[in-house]
């Protein structure tokens, strides 16, 4: 390194310094101390030649360090020779930014944290840079060092623009938006956001004209833009639906039935001046008139039979009573409910309605489609109801949830014993015992039967066999038994559907019930059933629901939820089957997304049950021996709970379905079975990754769908 003349130094000579008293070298050192601050300061200010050929990055951050007066930090990562010089005198703050220019050549950064120089690799800068700028980029210097910018935007959108600006940002350093105040947070160099500011000072500008009406003459506005939407937008699907705007062109257009006009917001006056030539060659006179002003609507949501009722009946109203609104001409379709026992696989989802026919208003089942036959004028009328009644209709998803847990616990304890009294052969012999119970409970059961034939009772027996003329007898028998049972069922039905439609879900099984049953008992071979009447019905899970969304956003609910099961020890039962069953119907009013609660049951039972002798089985302690005791406590806990949440566009129904399919995806990946190599099955079906709304399915082929093959192949 080579510096200018003007720099120099002094120092006192080592001769002087040894005369001195005690007293004048604390008075140099208190000056020294004094003058360090401003030499150093003095230094960093005057200007340098620079001459770095080959050298090592430390030794040329050291000098670095040395010339600002500034300390300089460098990573152990940071390994290399640079090349630095200057043909003329700089600033030492013009140096350090060559310096910093030099290094972002070889892939590392110089990175300020608050009066400390680091140099670390470009990829770690964005973590340990502390330099944030929220006000306008031109402020910062024109520098090599990583700063973190916030731009705020007050007309582009920031996502908009991220597409826009990421190749432009190195591919160490980030771009982030914050969607809440609809700012860009970018780290980056300084002089490349100096340039990143001026890009976006350009693009977020005023991208809408002022609003414009455009009042028609002969054309309907409801119908005019879903045309003029598809052709501004170049085909690209329909344009934005009406109310919202064009994220792509900026363009909305809305129309306005009262005084039929079209609202038109435009990116510029060119779009503008499209738009409104577009409409004036289109709001041309109708040449309906000579075929008897026959106007066909073709519907997107409502029912067009239900629909044609509710207009004729309309304009039944309007005709002081006439006989049109009565003339329905056909039903609507409806959703056919099979009975108990019918089969669903051959019977239609809805019925199919036929054309409705008389009076001026006709539907078509099949388009879905309404021909109207009237002047122009009361077209525009009926145009302005179809429109309001044709709108989409909310949907209700209802989480119903199902939460038993029960507890029996059953405890027995007794003794039993009998003896004979008396010799063998004589004529008179005597007994004398204790019997509890039936079956293999009972001390006379177990010793009278043949050995295998009756089996002891559940539990603990202990008995003691006595010997009496040389023959065997029970003599005492004692039992003990305790069970535990314990429950706990969690079920979940779920249901989507239209706002003030029924809706219905049946999870279980269809059990067959005998009604009756003929037996003949006159044959000759014996008594024979020709026949049995059986009628099935469904038990397990059953919800039916009908939401009613109100224009609060309330919900009010019709509910109809039963769970029912079939007792266990009715199975082999010859009087029938017998079924536990626990109904909820009731009509309750819910906010949106709000839990309520239907009902349910908090059960607690006990029993109990003693067999004693009179008098011996109350004698403490030793009244065991003449007593049987049996106790039983049980505990159910029943409460059905129900969460109603609305959508209202497809946007919300969407998300709701994608989150339940990653929700079964997630569960069927983790169901996978153990690997084996002796069982050639090791894997388990796996629904495929959800890729595009509408496209759930992989085509045939792909990585992780196999193609179907037969059995062997």
């Known amino acids: 390194m080579k510096s200018t003349p003007h720099r120099s130094a002094s120092a006192v000579p080592a001769s002087g310094r040894r005369g001195l008293s005690a007293l004048s070298a604390l008075g140099l050192c208190l000056a020294l101390i004094t003058v360090a601050p401003l030499y150093a300061q003095n230094r960093a200010s005057e200007p340098v030649v620079l001459n770095f050929v080959g050298a090592e990055i430390e030794a040329v951050a050291r000098t670095m360090a040395n010339i600002t007066g500034r300390n300089v930090v460098v990573d152990p990562r940071v390994r290399g020779l640079i090349n630095l010089s200057t043909e003329r005198p700089v600033t030492p703050a013009a140096a350090l930014n ?11 950064s110089l990175v300020d944290t608050g009066g400390l120089y680091k140099i670390v690799p470009e990829a770690d800068a964005k973590l340990q840079g502390n330099v944030v700028n929220a006000g306008p980029a031109s402020r910062l210097p024109a520098s090599n060092t990583v700063v973190t910018q916030i731009f705020r935007l007050n007309h582009e959108s920031a996502n908009n623009l991220v597409p826009v600006l990421r190749p432009l940002i190195g591919p160490n350093n980030t771009i982030n938006v914050n969607p809440g105040n609809n700012s860009l947070v970018i780290t980056d160099y300084a002089d490349n956001l100096q340039r990143i500011g001026r890009i976006i000072a350009a693009l977020d500008v005023s991208g809408a004209t002022d609003v414009d009406i455009i009042p028609l003459q002969h054309a309907l506005a409801i119908d005019l833009v879903p045309l003029v939407s598809r052709l501004i937008d170049g085909g690209s699907g329909g344009g934005a639906p009406q109310g919202q705007a064009d994220t792509s062109f900026r363009t909305t257009l809305v129309a306005e039935p009262r005084s039929n006009s079209l609202i038109l917001r435009a990116a510029n006056p060119a779009r503008v001046a499209l738009v409104r030539s577009i409409v004036a060659r289109l709001d041309q006179p109708s040449s309906q008139v000579a075929s ?9 949501n409502a029912n067009a039979v239900a629909l044609a009722t509710t207009l004729r009946a309309a304009l039944a109203g309007e005709a002081s009573g006439g006989s049109a609104g009565s003339s329905s001409g056909g039903t609507a379709a409806r959703p056919v409910s099979v009975a108990a026992g019918g089969s669903a696989a051959n019977t239609p989802v809805s019925a199919q309605a036929s054309p409705s026919t008389g009076g001026q208003i006709q539907a078509d089942p099949a388009t879905n489609a309404l021909i109207i036959t009237a002047p122009e004028p009361q077209y525009r009328q009926l145009r302005a109801v179809i429109d309001q009644l044709d709108s989409r209709r909310a949907q209700v998803y209802v989480e119903s949830l199902i939460a038993e847990v029960n507890a029996d616990k059953a405890a027995e304890f007794g003794i039993q014993w009998q003896g004979p009294l008396g010799n063998s052969g004589s004529s008179l012999i005597g007994l004398l015992g204790t019997n509890f119970g039936a079956g293999g409970n009972n001390i006379f059961n177990l010793a009278s039967a043949t050995p295998g034939s009756v089996a002891p009772g559940a539990g603990l027996n202990l008995g003691v066999a006595a010997q009496k003329n040389g023959v065997y007898f029970l003599g005492f ?18 249901l989507l559907t239209l706002d003030n439609e029924e809706a219905k879900i049946v999870i279980g099984q269809n059990v067959p019930f005998v009604t009756g049953q003929f037996t003949n008992t006159g044959s000759n071979e014996g008594s024979v059933n020709p026949f049995q009447t059986i009628e099935r019905k469904d038990v397990g899970i059953t919800l039916r629901v009908k939401p009613q969304i109100s224009e609060n956003g309330t919900i009010k609910m019709t509910i109809f939820q039963e769970v029912s099961s079939v007792q266990a020890s009715s199975v082999n039962s010859t009087s029938g089957l017998i079924t536990n069953k626990r109904t909820i119907e009731s009509t309750v009013l819910v906010d ?37 005791q049996s106790r039983s406590r049980k505990k159910t806990n029943l409460m059905v709970f129900l969460r109603p949440v609305v959508m209202r566009d497809g946007r919300e129904t969407s998300n709701l379905a994608l989150d339940r399919y990653e929700l079964m995806r997630a569960i069927q990946k983790d169901n996978q079975p153990k690997p084996s190599s002796v069982l050639g099955v090791n894997e388990a079906p796996v629904m495929p990754p959800e890729r595009a709304p509408g496209a759930f399915l992989p085509p045939l082929g792909a990585p992780g769908v196999a193609p179907a093959t037969a059995p062997g192949q």
């Open 98 to 108: 060559q310096f910093a220019a030099v290094l972002r050549l070889q892939g590392f």
């Open 292 to 300: 008897g002003n026959i106007y066909v609507v073709y519907l997107k």
């Open 477 to 494: 028998l004692a039992r003990f038994l305790q069970s535990t049972g314990e429950g706990n069922v969690l079920s979940t039905p779920n």
């Open 592 to 628: 949106d997304g709000a839990i309520v609660v239907l009902g349910g049951l908090l059960q607690d039972e006990y029993s109990g049950n003693e067999d004693k002798v009179p008098g011996l089985g109350d004698v403490p302690l030793f009244g065991n021996l003449f007593k049987s």
